[in-house]
């Protein structure tokens, strides 16, 4: 049974950072497309960093030199580094995984492509 459990989430003033883990349990992780996904209440899924098997990565515009997306996978965990973090980051990020190889553009982009979702870390920046 896949399970992917996030932490790291919290609350920070605006110009500060946080680090998200993603820990994959029974996921043959190296193999896979993954990424970083946020939501507000009310709001779709936005993705904000994916990384594919090789990993290469690609992120949304606004937050393009301001995140890091990368993967540890001896520890099968997946981390969204966050730094100089702006009010408008305030939301709920889950990481996802799917066993398909999706380009780091279109599909990579959709969330209906991942098959596997963690519970979601909130995080909330302070003016």
């Known amino acids: 049974q896949v399970q992917l459990v996030e932490s790291g989430g919290g609350s920070v003033q605006a110009g500060g950072s946080l680090r998200l883990a993603c820990v994959a349990y029974?996921?043959?992780?190296?193999?896979?497309?993954m990424g970083w996904f946020r939501q507000a209440p009310g709001q779709g899924r936005e993705g904000v960093a994916i990384?594919?098997?090789?990993?290469?990565?690609n992120y949304v515009d606004s937050v393009k030199g301001r995140f890091t997306i990368s993967q540890d996978n001896a520890k099968h965990t997946l981390y969204l580094q966050m730094n100089s973090l702006k009010p408008e980051d305030t939301d709920m990020y889950s990481c996802?995984?799917?066993?398909?190889?999706?380009?780091?553009?279109?599909?990579?982009?959709?969330?209906?492509?991942?098959?596997?979702w963690g519970q979601g870390t909130q995080v909330t920046v302070a003016p």
């Open positions: 996802a995984a799917t066993f398909r190889r999706l380009p780091l553009y279109g599909d990579g982009w959709n969330p209906f492509m991942y098959m596997y």
């Open positions: 029974g996921y043959a992780y190296s193999r896979a497309s």
């Open positions: 990384i594919d098997e090789s990993g290469r990565t």
